[in-house]
């Protein structure tokens, strides 16, 4: 069985002009869009480049604000902090993740509470969510829960806003693995006030390195700001900070590679979706089970018209 796979994997590479899952896609309009950067000569974070790729990221996503990180650990980083999680408190996750979810608990000095995913998805379960919520009444510690929408694939977001409702708690997306990705026609990362992204090079559109958080208040944004950026009162010349904060801004330099990518996104999912299909052909009756869209995906670009109900 994994003989056959392997070589079946290989031909889909060699045969498709295949999206690896953790190769980046350079041509020509990335490196045409990073020497222009270089000849500009704002390489680090002066360039127009961030602001412009932060404008695309929120029109793409519909978010009202994209505010752009270092790397997709710094966005959540900043995530926790803007959700108020403080040091001592808890935070439930999924135990199926990428270790920076749990590193960004770690951060703020609280303890990551790890919950299994549903095989459906793949995704924190809500019912297991549920349980382990209700377990903790009383304690009072947990303070934030944390979905990831692993591999792309969306976690079942209307319920687990619903018992993170019920329990007093915002739920913050992980949406790093999940750019290009809807549910219910609207792009995971901004259904809650937190969202974030990485652009780490094994994401769907690379900056390099980077990240991104979706942001729906505008108070939260001037405050996701202020803390990436050395918390510097704005003044022509004086250097004034008025809090401990941090250096997590996007290099232009990476904004430049990132815009390039980003305007290839649609190109870059639907590969993916037609990868995907022949990897679902391969396993048809196999014992292996393979992880279809949700239903509730819909109308994400790229996505097959007849097979979509939305709910
Ligand atoms: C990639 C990824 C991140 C962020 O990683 P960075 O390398 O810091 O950009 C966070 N969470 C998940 C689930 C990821 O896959």
């Keep these: ?130 349980q382990h919520l209700a377990e903790r009444v009383g304690q009072n510690t947990v303070s934030a829960c944390i979905l990831m929408h692993t591999f792309g694939h969306p976690g079942k977001i209307i319920e687990l806003q619903t018992i993170c409702q019920e329990f007093g708690i915002p739920l913050i997306e992980d949406a790093a693995e999940s750019l290009g990705s809807y549910y219910l026609s609207r792009h995971t990362g901004t259904f809650g006030e937190i969202g974030t992204l990485s652009f780490n090079g094994n994401k769907i559109a690379t900056a390099g390195g980077g990240g991104a958080l979706l942001l729906n208040s505008s108070e939260l944004f001037q405050r996701g700001r202020h803390l990436t950026t050395t918390a510097k009162t704005p003044h022509a010349w004086e250097f004034f900070h008025d809090e401990v904060a941090w250096n997590y801004r996007m290099p232009n330099l990476n904004a430049s590679l990132l815009r390039a990518q980003v305007s290839k996104l649609p190109h870059a999912i639907q590969k993916k979706r037609a990868i995907a299909m022949k990897y679902k052909e391969f396993f048809k009756g196999s014992e292996i089970q393979f992880v279809d869209e949700p239903v509730e995906f819909a109308r994400g670009a790229g996505a097959v018209e007849d097979e979509l109900v939305v709910q």
């Design 1 to 130: 069985m994994i003989d056959r796979f392997v070589s079946v994997a290989h031909e889909i590479y060699n045969t498709s002009g295949a999206i690896a899952l953790h190769a980046p896609e350079i041509g020509q309009v990335e490196r045409d869009a990073v020497m222009r950067c270089l000849d500009s000569g704002f390489v680090s974070t002066a360039g127009a480049d961030v602001g412009a790729v932060e404008a695309e990221i929120a029109q793409y996503t519909g978010a009202k604000h994209a505010l752009s990180t270092v790397n997709g650990t710094a966005a959540l980083h900043v995530a926790l902090m803007l959700a108020g999680v403080k040091s001592g408190d808890a935070v439930v996750m999924q135990s199926l993740t990428f270790v920076a979810t749990a590193n960004a608990v770690k951060h703020v000095g609280a303890i990551p509470e790890f919950v299994d995913v549903d095989p459906s998805t793949l995704s924190i379960d809500p019912v297991k969510l549920r």
